[in-house]
């Protein structure tokens, strides 16, 4: 018999604190852990290295199906054998990653290895924008974390520190609306997500926010 598998969706924009949570919630569980954004980042840093445009459509969906990636729990991050970790944290996979992201051939790509990883697995965490809306609409639990934009910002430059708040700020809110804005598979939260504004809350209450919905 089959143990019943246990998906976790962690959906939310940019500094809603999906990353920090969603780890720590696999933890607890013994879960394995997926960032996905992670995945949009290095289709959008191998089309950067290959000299690609961002915005041709065909080629960089193409470019999608070819590439070996693999998205390790620990944030390592290779792409056709390339440590790709540091960049596709960098300004430039950021300004180019929501094009990338927009790119429906793209998202069916990511999608589909989305879903294998977690077959691999019987289970997981798994972080992103639209993995409770469209990539596992029958997950176990669907969580979706907010924050005011203030906050969210304030959290991101603390990890950016070359950047000033005001850049960081701005970056976000243009993200924010192409992430909303878009045609295919918009951010937004599933009608039958648990929805956690994590302005004044911690890590800690967060998870066990979470946990307590299981
Ligand atoms: O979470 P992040 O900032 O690393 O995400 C990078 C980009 O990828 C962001 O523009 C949203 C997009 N993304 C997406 O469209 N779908 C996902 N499941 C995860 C991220």
């Not at 944030?75 to 300004?91: H, L």
């Not at 609409?137 to 959290?155: F, G, M, N, Q």
């Not at 950016?160 to 951010?187: F, I, M, N």
Request: charged share 30%; glycine share 8%.
């Amino acid at each position: 018999m089959t143990e019943e598998r246990t998906v976790i969706a962690i959906d939310g924009p940019a500094g809603s604190g999906k990353s920090t949570v969603a780890k720590a919630v696999a933890d607890r569980l013994g879960l394995e852990y997926l960032d996905t954004g992670a995945m949009y980042r290095s289709v959008a840093f191998a089309a950067m290295r290959e000299g690609v445009d961002p915005e041709d459509t065909e080629v960089v969906a193409n470019l999608s199906r070819g590439l070996a990636l693999t998205v390790g729990p620990d944030g390592i991050v290779n792409v056709d054998g390339v440590d790709a970790s540091i960049e596709i944290r960098g300004p430039e996979v950021t300004r180019a990653v929501s094009i990338v992201a927009a790119n429906p051939g793209v998202r069916d790509e990511m999608r589909r290895r989305q879903r294998e990883w977690v077959a691999k697995r019987n289970g997981g965490v798994m972080e992103g924008r639209d993995i409770g809306t469209v990539v596992f609409p029958d997950a176990t639990l669907k969580v979706y974390l907010d924050a005011s934009p203030e906050v969210r910002a304030a959290r991101r430059s603390k990890e950016v520190t070359d950047l000033s708040y005001e850049t960081v700020a701005s970056d976000l809110a243009r993200r924010d609306a192409l992430d909303q804005g878009r045609t295919h598979d918009p951010l937004r939260a599933a009608s039958d997500a648990v929805v956690i504004d994590t302005s004044d809350l911690t890590v800690a209450e967060i998870v066990d926010a979470i946990l307590g919905q299981l």
